[in-house]
Each structure stands twice: as structure tokens, then as C-alpha cells.
């Protein structure tokens, strides 16, 4: 077990608790909202300490990272360019292309991400 400050254990539990990809900001905010305001610089630090544990994972959308469980399985994502829903996929026949891709240009992959910008079926 890693013993980790509290501060850090309800950062980690509110972003276990569901399936959300979370913002810094975000997530800072709804901790406030819950009666435990944290810093936001501590809440950057949270979550880069948290993330190098393994403990969560990320994604890189545009300028910013999005935070979510650390998920068994590998996923990629499709985001909503109208109302931000993000939902996960993984296609095994994008995974064999991808490694073939590194092949013939003699690369070793050490991690993927794909992001597909769209609209969603609520909002086309
Ligand atoms: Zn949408
Ligand atoms: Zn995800």
C-alpha cells in the first residue's frame, strides 16, 4: 500500500469514484463544492505525484491534460467539439495499424494517444 497525504487520497478518490476525465481546474473546483478546498497548485502537484504512482492516468487534449482512473485497459478517446462529452473506444485493428506504422519507420513504441474530434450523436 503507498501511503499517500490526504490531500492526495481525495484527489485520487473523486477521480475513482466515475468514468469523468477531469480538468485540473475542474476537479479543484468540485472539491470545493464538496467542502474541501484544495489549492490549485497543490492539486497540479496532486495529480502529477498521483499519475507517476500509476495510481491515475492521462490524456493530452490541446493545451491541457485530462485525468481519469487508471484503466486496465488500454482506450483511446472521441470528444464532442460542441459539448466536451468525451467517450472512450479501443479498436484492436487502430492498434495493429499503429504498430505497423512504428515499424516501418523504425520505431519502438513506448505509448500512443488518438484523440478523434467530432460531434456527437446527441448534439449532430
Ligand atoms: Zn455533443
Ligand atoms: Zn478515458
Not at 87 to 115: M, P, W
Amino acid at each position: 500500500m503507498i501511503k499517500l497525504t490526504q490531500h492526495r487520497q481525495v484527489i485520487l478518490d473523486l477521480i475513482n469514484e466515475s468514468n469523468h476525465h477531469w480538468e485540473a481546474e475542474e476537479l479543484a473546483r468540485t472539491l470545493a463544492e464538496r467542502d474541501h478546498p484544495i489549492g490549485i497548485a497543490t492539486v497540479y502537484r496532486g495529480l502529477a505525484a498521483l499519475e507517476a504512482q500509476g495510481l491515475i492516468s492521462s490524456f493530452q487534449l490541446a493545451d491541457r491534460k485530462r485525468y481519469e482512473r487508471a484503466s486496465k485497459a488500454h482506450h483511446d478517446h472521441l470528444i464532442c467539439t460542441e459539448c466536451g462529452t468525451i467517450e472512450e473506444f479501443s479498436n484492436d485493428r487502430i492498434e495493429q495499424q499503429q504498430d505497423l506504422v512504428a515499424k516501418e519507420n523504425g520505431f519502438s513504441i513506448t505509448g500512443h494517444q488518438l484523440v478523434i474530434f467530432g460531434v456527437c450523436r446527441k448534439c449532430s
